[in-house]
């Protein structure tokens, strides 16, 4: 794959659209905004003490979102690299194999 990306015929062959780039950052801003999520899922506790009972709820709320969210991203960005080395070793059934498990792993924790 990087001998057909360093190729210098091919890069001045790949045109630049006004769409990739709005794609871009539209899934930039997306991105971004995913950490404002637990404002609208977790409730805003309406009081004037922070130091009762109700604070330690909201606090492992939101520290089990971002930990979750952290994981989720972890395991996501790994993906690719799987498949990639299972396509370099030429496994018999390695791709299903990868799907299954994901599909598993996501079924489970759901």
């Known amino acids: 794959m990087e ?3 360093s190729d210098p015929e091919v890069i001045a062959s790949l045109p630049t659209d006004w769409t990739q780039w709005a794609g871009a950052i539209v899934g930039a801003i ?3 905004l995913t950490g404002v999520l ?3 899922v977790v409730p805003a506790k309406v009081g004037g003490t922070t130091s009762g009972p ?13 930990v979750g969210g952290l994981l989720g991203d ?3 960005h ?5 498949y990639q080395h299972t396509i370099d ?6 791709l299903g ?3 299954v498990a994901v599909l598993t792993g996501i079924l489970t924790f759901l």
Do not use: C, Q
């Not at 109700?54 to 971002?66: I, M, T, V």
């Not at 790994?78 to 799987?82: A, N, S, W």
């Not at 070793?89 to 390695?94: A, I, L, M, R, V």
């Open 3 to 5: 001998y057909i990306l």
């Open 74 to 76: 972890v395991f996501l």
């Open 54 to 66: 109700g604070s330690d709820e909201n606090l492992k709320y939101l520290l089990g979102f971002a």
């Open 30 to 32: 997306l991105v971004g």
């Open 38 to 40: 637990p404002l609208w």
């Open 78 to 82: 790994l993906l690719p690299e799987t």
């Open 89 to 94: 070793s030429g496994e018999e059934g390695g």
């Open 97 to 99: 194999r990868i799907g």
